[in-house]
């Protein structure tokens, strides 16, 4: 088995691999690849396993992250829900770390993370604290409907009470979203990416991404998610409401029309993205029926130690986190994609 980096003319084979992998995610997809180079400028090691028939066997995408505020890390991936190894079986997979750990030692990085949906990493650290929450959908959204509580779908009818819509689009959308996703961000007292980052995504998936958007009587966004289908599977990978309107719970409605938007276009599986079990968005997931599947989360550590805490929990980043919930939402526009892309 030959160990290798990706190249431009394998980008077909390469997706051809990830489309037909049972295990693969729509991140192992070569075209995030160009994504995260376009939005953020890293430097990516696109790592393929191939047999002596010049045959895909395994693939492992690769982001290099260093900066003085937060390290030097390397990341399947960053920016996402998932990532990590992608293989036929478990010896190509450790054949792939450990290439992946070379890649490392060279670049002095710290750890790798892994963000896997399988636990077939030997001889890794695992973080088991977060799962991905799955909705399995039927063939109709009317079904989907009538399999609701009477309290969950009268929430979802209140938002329309007020006069509020939804439309659907792309590029048309997105100055919306951006507009709801930042300031969400602000509130969060986390950096928002860039406005260009979601343009990226959308040019380079034109098939299988949308946005989907709230919109109050006076026809401002007040809720908006970003969607991307892979296979049978509809991920909600970002998505934000104002807390403004929380009393009217426009998210409700949001989510609502992704689900028929889901259902009528052959989708089986809504993905929410992952959660902490018990958590408020956890909770809020589990409402309408999504159940959790564990992920496992694999590092390698250059010097052992503590796995790291590169996240809002963290009590070290709670006085920053304090501060930029009080800036202006357009200054957090400007400098939160320069904070953000060395955050994982």
């Not at 006069?163 to 969400?184: A, I, P, Q």
């Not at 986390?190 to 406005?195: D, G, L, Q």
């Not at 989708?267 to 599947?293: L, M, N």
């Amino acid at each position: 088995m030959d160990i290798r980096l990706f190249r431009q003319k394998d980008s077909k084979l390469w997706d051809k691999y990830a489309t037909e992998s049972s295990i693969s995610n729509c991140y192992h997809l070569i075209g995030w690849k160009n994504v995260v180079e376009r939005s953020f400028g890293h430097k990516t090691y696109y790592l393929l396993a191939e047999d002596s028939k010049n045959k895909i066997k395994g693939i492992l995408p690769l982001v290099h992250l260093k900066s003085i505020l937060f390290g030097n890390f390397i990341i399947s991936l960053p920016y996402f829900n998932y990532g990590g190894i992608c293989a036929d079986n478990e010896e190509i997979s450790n054949q792939l770390v450990k290439e992946a750990e070379v890649i490392a030692a060279e670049k002095n990085a710290e750890h790798i993370e892994l963000r896997d949906t399988q636990n077939n990493s030997d001889g890794l650290f695992v973080k088991t604290t977060k799962v991905s929450m799955r909705l399995l959908l039927p063939k109709s959204s009317e079904e989907l409907w009538k399999s609701f509580s009477s309290k969950l779908r009268s929430q979802i009818k209140r938002p329309e009470k007020v006069g509020m819509y939804v439309k659907s689009g792309r590029e048309e959308e997105l100055e919306s979203f951006y507009d709801v996703f930042s300031t969400n961000m602000r509130d969060l007292g986390t950096p928002v990416y860039s406005k260009e980052f979601f343009k990226n995504i959308l040019e380079e998936f034109p098939e299988t991404t949308r946005i989907n958007t709230v919109y109050a009587k006076m026809g401002n966004p007040v809720a908006s998610g970003f969607l991307v289908g892979f296979k049978e599977i509809l991920e909600i990978p970002w998505a934000s409401s104002l807390r403004s309107y929380n009393q009217y719970s426009p998210n409700m409605l949001l989510y609502w029309n992704a689900f028929k938007f889901a259902c009528e276009n052959g989708y089986r599986v809504f993905d929410f993205g992952r959660s902490t079990i018990g958590e408020g968005t956890y909770r809020f997931k589990e409402q309408w029926g999504a159940k959790p599947t564990q992920l496992y989360w694999h590092y390698w550590m250059r010097n052992g130690g503590p796995l790291p805490e590169l996240n809002p929990k963290n009590p070290k980043y709670q006085l920053a986190i304090k501060i930029w919930q009080k800036l202006p939402v357009g200054l957090t526009k400007i400098i939160g994609p320069m904070i953000v892309k060395n955050l994982p």
